[in-house]
């Protein structure tokens, strides 16, 4: 059973929920965020800092390359999703469960 912030769309492709905090004082996880997984980047919210923040650190912990990282939604705002391809669901559970 996978956690509410990590969903498999209709082709059976991950998406993870984010609610992001940009211009933290350093990039990990937070913890949930009602139904998403809440991440604190170091990144300021400007210029796409904190979205190529966010992608890199995602691909970074889940050891995929960043192309296999995706934004579908969310791009200015804090509430975020990400489709990821080339990761197995429970990797992406494992990568996600302790906070930082």
């Not at 190529?52 to 960043?66: E, H, M, Q, T």
């Not at 579908?72 to 996600?96: H, I, N, Q, T, Y």
Request: with cysteine; hydrophobic share 45%.
């Amino acid at each position: 059973m996978n956690p509410v912030w990590l969903q498999r769309n209709a082709s059976g492709q991950l998406l993870l929920q984010l609610h992001v905090q940009p211009g933290a004082s350093k990039t990990g996880i937070a913890g949930t965020y009602g139904d998403a997984l809440k991440i604190r980047l170091a990144a300021p919210p400007v210029d796409g800092k904190a979205n190529d923040c966010l992608l890199g650190y995602v691909s970074g912990k889940l050891g995929i390359a960043r192309a296999s990282v995706e934004l579908v939604s969310g791009v200015g705002a804090r509430r975020k999703r990400l489709r990821l391809s080339g990761v197995a669901a429970e990797a992406v559970v494992r990568a996600f469960s302790n906070v930082d």
